[in-house]
């Protein structure tokens, strides 16, 4: 089993910046692929970004390329997902996802998710 805990969440005005991170107990992250996943009030829970296990290869949707950016320190068994020049379209709550599979993770079928942590950004 894998338990992720997200932190770093809070409130933002537009242009700013936040770190989440997603910190995992149980097993070591060396081997699962991460993701970060958003869900804002009323709208579907949507891929956000993702890091592969191996290699470290990194993905992104297209509204948050070039702003955010996902990594991970295997030291500490902790992903980290910065988020700079945040809009207020970025208002969500964020979930950290793990799995061996980087597909699965893109795809939203982790086996393992977070609690959450919720991002608001004013304008």
């Known amino acids: 089993q894998v338990r992720l805990v997200e932190s770093g969440g809070g409130l933002v005005q537009a242009g700013g910046s936040l770190r989440l991170s997603c910190a995992a107990s149980?097993?070591?992250?060396?081997?699962?692929?991460m993701g970060w996943f958003r869900q804002a009030p009323g709208k579907e829970r949507e891929f956000v970004a993702a890091?592969?296990?191996?290699?470290?290869?990194?993905y992104y949707t297209d509204s948050v390329k070039g702003r955010f950016t996902i990594s991970r320190d295997n030291t500490k068994n902790t992903v980290y997902l910065q988020m700079n020049s945040l809009k207020p379209e970025d208002t969500a709550a964020y979930y950290c996802?793990?799995?061996?599979?980087?597909?699965?993770?893109?795809?939203?079928?982790?086996?393992?998710w977070g609690q959450g942590t919720q991002v608001t950004v004013s304008s």
């Open positions: 890091i592969s296990a191996i290699g470290g290869k990194t």
């Open positions: 149980g097993r070591t992250l060396t081997r699962y692929a």
């Open positions: 996802a793990a799995d061996e599979l980087t597909s699965t993770v893109l795809a939203g079928r982790s086996d393992y």
